[in-house]
């Protein structure tokens, strides 16, 4: 009795103890390592050659949890990204076993979490079914089966995933359930989960609204958060959490986000960051998506905002463009508020604001970045390089991408003028950077990429020139 009940949490342990207990679990050790193999790491699958537990649907994932509960605590790495995906061309009876029907209908009647919401179960079954019948996605079996699963670690979210008016507020007792720490033995459903993503297609017509994540972000062991093809810009941009509900709490555990292809501004991202008091890294690249017209993305403003949110404890900072067809307005920016940043990744768009800004406020001539000739004359040689108005001083490695356009040489010339001169009292833990130096780089943008290479000879600062014009990997030293 001990050894079953001990299944599947501590019951390698309990085998391992000594011979006679090994002895004791061997006629369990199929069935745990066929469950293990199956639903450790768990994703649908379209392969109709594999065995009875080839899934494709939540639906599909919660039958066997209703037939055999002890298969949900099992499962601690889910991807649900392509929930439904694998259902075309599916006759119905293979995505359906009605010979279950009165399992599911019990796991419903019996759900702490529906009963908490106050939603009736007969109700919700119905849709669940309504829902399937095409075969298609159902959203409320997906909210429903993250219900089921205490021992899950890393969850990725479906990609069809959409906020409806029955499915919310079950995920927000879930959470809320999760954040109850009050029983050291109760192990509500998603609260060991340290890992969420949403994770689409990164091309310009796909994408998931940030706010999707924000209940998830709450959940309290959280730590790593990874967004695809995320928008919250313009008038969308406050991303939107049900008055009273996780206000205080959402991103509170966050230690590092990776937003990839996203469109997102400098209102979105400073909601999203309003509580990561614990986050070291920060990664971000920016697609323009097709969700609205033409758009205007103010990198400046974009990091100021991160800054005011995150940068007094920030270690890694990584902005690239991915996909960028919007125009981005000429603003300023200092980053010297970013206190403890280590690693820096930034566009040579942000120097180019940056030297433009400065220009300005020495009362000069602002002078757009192209008419180059004229705004290096604007500045004296003996002037600190500007590099040390765009990097804090505590950076260690620093990495500048670019398409290599001859506007960027001029970039380069001004950003580190005098570079060898200043950098021991300006950028005294600065030992490497990594600069874009793509093949079809303008002739001039060359010339300042190896005129560079001296200039960081001579300060013993380490250059490496890239062949691509954008990144989204600080760990080149590592």
């Known amino acids: 009795v001990i050894v079953q009940y001990s299944m599947p949490e501590g019951f390698e342990s309990i085998a391992l103890t000594c011979k006679q207990i090994h002895a004791t679990c061997r006629p369990f050790l199929d069935i745990h390592n066929s469950r293990s193999s199956q639903f450790d790491t768990f994703a649908y699958t379209g392969d109709r050659h594999g065995w009875i537990y080839n899934l494709r649907t939540a639906y599909q994932l919660i039958i066997p949890i209703a037939v055999e509960p002890i298969i949900a605590r099992h499962i601690r790495h889910a991807d649900f990204a392509h929930d439904s995906r694998f259902t075309r061309c599916i006759p119905h009876d293979l995505l359906f076993d009605d010979n279950y029907e009165a399992d599911v209908r019990q796991l419903l009647a019996t759900s702490p979490y529906l009963q908490q919401c106050g939603l009736d179960w007969h109700d919700f079954y119905a849709r669940i079914r309504e829902e399937t019948q095409t075969p298609n996605y159902s959203q409320h079996a997906a909210a429903f089966l993250m219900t089921l699963l205490p021992n899950l670690e890393s969850l990725v979210l479906p990609r069809r995933w959409v906020s409806c008016d029955a499915t919310s507020p079950l995920v927000h007792a879930i959470v809320h359930q999760a954040n109850q720490l009050d029983n050291p033995n109760k192990r509500p459903s998603l609260a060991q989960v340290t890992k ?24 309290p062991r959280v730590q790593s958060f ?5 928008v919250a810009f313009g008038d969308d941009s406050r ?37 990561a008091a614990r986050l070291r890294t920060l990664r971000f690249s920016y697609a323009t998506k097709t969700h609205s017209g033409p758009q205007e993305w103010d990198i400046c403003k974009f990091i100021d905002a991160i800054e005011r949110q995150v940068g007094s404890h920030l270690e890694e900072l990584s902005i690239v463009f991915h996909d960028l067809h919007d125009s ?68 260690r490695q620093l990495s500048l991408t670019s398409d290599g356009g001859a506007e960027h040489a001029n970039v380069l010339d001004l950003t580190f003028r005098r570079f060898a001169t200043w950098k021991a009292s300006t950028l005294p833990a600065l030992w490497a950077i990594q600069l874009s130096c793509p093949d ?21 600062v380490i250059l490496r020139l890239k062949r691509f014009s954008s990144s989204f990997n600080t760990d080149w030293l590592e």
């Not at 002739?443 to 001296?454: F, G, V």
């Open 196 to 219: 969420i993503e949403l994770n689409i297609s990164t091309v310009a017509r796909d994408f998931m609204d940030l706010e999707f994540a924000i209940p998830f972000l709450a959940l």
């Open 226 to 230: 990874c967004g695809v093809s995320c």
């Open 239 to 275: 991303i939107g959490v049900p008055a009273g509900r996780f206000n205080d709490i959402f991103g509170q555990t966050l230690t590092s986000i990776n937003l990839v292809a996203c469109c997102i501004d400098d209102v979105g991202i400073a909601h999203l960051l309003q509580h």
């Open 328 to 395: 981005i307005p000429r603003g300023t920016t200092s980053m010297l508020g970013f206190q403890w940043l280590q690693k820096l990744e930034l566009p040579l768009e942000v120097a180019a604001s940056t030297i433009n800004g400065a220009a300005a406020t020495a009362h000069r001539t602002k002078i757009p970045v192209n008419e180059a000739t004229d705004l290096r004359e604007s500045f004296r040689d003996d002037e600190v390089p500007y590099i040390s108005y765009l990097v804090p001083a505590s950076v």
């Open 440 to 460: 079809e780089a303008d002739k001039e943008y060359k010339e300042q990429c190896t005129k560079l290479l001296t200039l960081c000879d001579k300060a013993g």
